[in-house]
């Protein structure tokens, strides 16, 4: 208990302007960071030119060592962003069509794989069923038992689809990571290269996201970094390294919150696709949903938001942006499991945008 205590006082948060070059900055209050539910927090806000970093809590327990403001994260299923982005890129260098079928480029893998599109496996309206509901999690010791196991996307693909699936393709939506594994392995079918060559040749180095790292099985977070945690049957864990090959092209991205910004600064800016394929990204794979290609949004009460946010267990990510890219907002936290984050993380998130 005296963690928690320390963690619930040290709630001051850390905070440094960084001059663009050419324009102003100024440096604004922290925007109710330390606010956040979490043990550490971090966040990039972006203001018209105007950038703030800062950091919240600890970035371990037992310590008190500050969260570096600029520290690296696990950022989940942000990677499907990144995912989705190389798939329209190949898209518009006519390599393949959103309405080519999963059979087309993976013969054989998926059961009715003739009759579910790209597209579908892109905004989750596939129907296949989610492999992380095959596979052991915290709190129970047979997902401490497999730490450190390296597992393989056909390996994830092929225990996802000995389950039936979850409806017909067609116009329902239901969130499966298994549709980020076959697109992974779509990337690789289409360029001869895995996916994570193609966002780093396509992405990361183009972008100089020099913060961001696809692991595959290495369990090692590079740089500065707070530590996360995750239940157990015996209180929390320190989950900091792990064989994160369990999350592929699904959420295996590690990155940082300056990182995450100017991605989708990028993207949202129009640097990355296309117009056509950018307006695409945007549509919802259903009636009033709010996820298109990879891309998800949220309204605040000045507007819409897009970006995407990530849970790799000890870690969770949240990436948005005005569509206009002239203010956006990215925040990691190290979760406390008492506490959800997501509604304190939605109120910093519209004050940062919105205040």
Not at 54 to 60: K, L, M, P, R, Y
Not at 260 to 274: C, E, Q, V
Not at 327 to 335: C, K, N
């Amino acid at each position: 208990m005296a963690y928690w205590a320390k963690v619930a006082a040290f709630t001051t948060a850390i905070a440094i302007a960084v001059a663009v070059p050419g324009l102003a900055v100024a440096v604004p209050a922290d925007h109710g960071l330390g606010d956040v539910a979490g043990i550490g927090k971090l966040a990039e806000v972006r203001d018209r030119g105007a950038v703030w970093r800062g950091s919240s809590g600890i970035a371990e327990l037992g310590t008190d060592r500050p969260v570096p403001v600029g520290g690296s994260f696990r950022a989940g299923s942000v990677t499907k962003t990144f995912v989705a982005t190389v798939v329209l890129q190949l898209v518009g260098e006519r390599r393949m069509r959103l309405e080519d079928s999963v059979e087309r480029w993976l013969p054989g893998v998926v059961p009715n794989g003739e009759n579910i599109t790209v597209r579908q496996l892109l905004n989750h309206t596939s129907g296949l069923y989610d492999f992380v509901r095959t596979i052991p999690f915290p709190p129970g010791q047979a997902f401490f038992d497999n730490r450190w196991r390296t597992w393989t996307a056909p390996e994830m693909i092929a225990q996802a689809l000995a389950n039936p699936p979850m409806f017909e393709p067609g116009p329902q939506y239901s969130y499966s990571n298994t549709n980020y594994l076959l697109l992974g392995e779509v990337i690789e079918k289409v360029t001869g290269h895995t996916y994570a060559t193609e966002i780093r040749r396509r992405l990361i180095r183009p972008l100089r996201l020099t913060g961001t790292t696809l692991p595959g099985t290495s369990p090692y977070i590079p740089g500065p970094h707070p530590h996360g945690y995750v239940p157990s049957e015996h209180g929390l864990v320190d989950l900091t390294e792990w064989n994160p090959s369990v999350l592929g092209a699904a959420g295996e991205l590690i990155s940082t919150t300056h990182d995450l910004n100017a991605f989708f600064a990028a993207l949202l800016g129009g640097r990355l696709l296309k117009p056509r394929l950018l307006a695409e990204m945007k549509q919802p794979g259903t009636k009033d949903g709010h996820y298109g290609l990879g891309l998800s949004w949220n309204e605040t009460s000045c507007g819409r938001v897009y970006g995407n946010d990530g849970d790799a267990l000890a870690y969770q990510a949240y990436a948005f942006a005005t569509e206009d890219t002239r203010h956006q907002v990215t925040v990691a936290v190290t979760p406390d499991f008492q506490t959800d984050p997501d509604a304190s993380v939605k109120a910093f998130i519209e004050k940062a945008i919105c205040s």
